[in-house]
């Protein structure tokens, strides 16, 4: 019973420091949380769950970055966009 307070507050305290992270640093954080959970459950199938989550922690960590990047990238697009069209009037 009692690892299981520690565990709860354990993730309380993670997730609190969440809030005061920019858009980009969530994308990496999440991105490696959820290709070392992918990685683990596949490496466990294969037989080594402790590398499946390494492997799954880099593969998530770049694809938050790339999703990060291209959310960026659509943003400032559009803002130009938006100024362009603004300017023509």
Known sequence: MMKKIVLVVACGAMLAGCAEMTPGQKAAVGGTAA???????????????????AIGAGAGLVGGLIYNKVKQDNKASYQEGYAAGKASQ
Do not use: D, E
Not at 35 to 53: L, S
């Open 35 to 53: 290709g070392a959970t992918g990685g683990a459950i596949i490496g466990a199938i294969a037989g080594n769950a402790g590398m499946g989550a």
